[in-house]
Nanobody
Framework: QVQLVESGGGLVQPGGSLRLSCAAS????????MYWLRQAPGKGLEWVSTINTGGGTTYHADSVKGRFTISRDNAKNTLYLQMNTLKSEDTAVYYCARAVRPLVADYWGQGTQVTVSS
């Protein structure tokens, strides 16, 4: 069955960095575009980043552009989100998801908590 397992979250000070990972299994990872999304406390789900199958095309929300980078390693069936210059407003649960069409996902991970606080 399809499984997506995020890891790498934690507590970090403002200005710090984290790298999230998403281990995929149960499907041909290299055939799917992938998303990162997040949900801050008390807020709705927010799209963060998208990557195409080969990793050569990426998109990022304006709120993270220049600070976050999505990437993938198809040999390892793993999706990444490098997060730099973190801000308190980046505090959220981060999810990876498998894309089926633009801004529509069919499988999600359980999420990993990122807390940015001094």
């Amino acid at each position: 069955q399809v499984q997506l397992v995020e890891s790498g979250g934690g507590l970090v000070q403002p200005g710090g960095s984290l790298r999230l990972s998403c281990a995929a299994s149960g499907f041909t990872f290299s055939s799917y575009w992938m998303y990162w999304l997040r949900q801050a406390p008390g807020k709705g789900l927010e799209w963060v980043s998208t990557i195409n199958t080969g990793g050569g095309t990426t998109y990022h929300a304006d709120s993270v552009k220049g600070r976050f980078t999505i990437s993938r390693d198809n040999a390892k069936n793993t999706l990444y989100l490098q997060m730099n210059t973190l801000k308190s407003e980046d505090t959220a649960v981060y999810y990876c998801a498998r894309a089926v069409r633009p801004l529509v996902a069919d499988y999600w991970g359980q999420g990993t908590q990122v807390t940015v606080s001094s």
